[in-house]
């Protein structure tokens, strides 16, 4: 069975600084994607990056990039330069090949980023 | 992506009502996902739903307690039935074309209180 975890239950980073949000995955297909969205508290999920289990190389937007380690199944967020408004949840997120598209979500993790 | 209107916002409603929300997306899409998140926990899906079929169901999750309706291929809704104070959550739609590899973007939600 398909099984998405984030063990981080909340971090903390200060201004400016990078931060590693945690994202463990399991499944046995080999076709699957891994998403990060952001959820801050007014409530939307917004999307923020996307990785396919045939990328070579790792995902990056902006200030966003997924460090893709294909042999450990793990797809951590990474932040460069953190902002005040980057304070929100993180969900890590999971389609796979067999499926009709949807996704499944990690747990998520709270960021809270200090001035 | 696809802009994707969902109503309402949020509601609060008594208990041993019902609620219809709307999503309504700008172009024809295959799929339509509904998706509950309870407070404080992460996104469970509730049902998959296709033009000119039954929606399909995730474990959990019946037909009674939430009917879902998708007359044509911009837009559905979900109906939460009886309400009871556990069904208080946001409730949050994603249009999908069924492949893995093509991130889900959501409505704003519908922040559903039952008192």
């Known amino acids: 069975a398909q099984k998405i975890t984030q063990t981080q239950p909340g971090m903390f980073v200060q201004e400016k600084e990078a931060v590693t949000l945690d994202c463990t995955y399991d499944?046995?297909?080999?076709?699957?994607?891994l998403f990060w969205y952001k959820q801050p508290s007014s409530g939307e999920m917004i999307f923020l990056i996307y990785?396919?289990?045939?990328?070579?190389q790792n995902a990056t937007e902006g200030r966003y990039s997924l460090n893709f380690q294909k042999a450990r199944k793990s797809a951590n967020l990474v932040i460069s330069a953190s902002q005040l408004g980057d304070s929100a949840m993180y969900f890590c997120?999971?389609?796979?090949?067999?499926?009709?598209?949807?996704?499944?979500f990690g747990k998520g993790t709270k960021l809270s980023v200090k001035p | 992506s696809a802009v994707i209107s969902q109503k309402p916002s949020r509601d609060i409603c008594q208990r041993g009502t019902s609620l219809t929300i709307q999503c309504q997306v700008d172009?024809?899409?295959?799929?339509m996902f509904w998706y509950r998140q309870q407070p404080g926990q992460s996104l469970t899906l509730i049902a998959t739903?296709?033009?000119?079929?039954?929606?399909?169901?995730e474990s959990g999750f019946v037909i009674d307690k939430f009917p879902i309706s998708r007359p044509n291929l911009t837009f559905s809704t979900l109906t939460v039935s009886n309400m009871s104070p556990e069904d208080s959550s946001i409730y949050l739609c994603?249009?999908?074309?069924?492949?893995?590899?093509?991130?889900?973007?959501f409505g704003n939600g519908t922040r559903l209180t039952v008192t």
């Open positions: 997120a999971m389609s796979f090949g067999g499926s009709q598209g949807n996704l499944i």
């Open positions: 499944t046995s297909d080999p076709s699957y994607g």
């Open positions: 990785q396919g289990s045939y990328d070579q």
């Open positions: 172009s024809q899409v295959t799929m």
């Open positions: 739903a296709n033009q000119g079929s039954e929606a399909t169901y």
């Open positions: 994603s249009p999908g074309q069924g492949s893995y590899n093509s991130p889900l973007h």
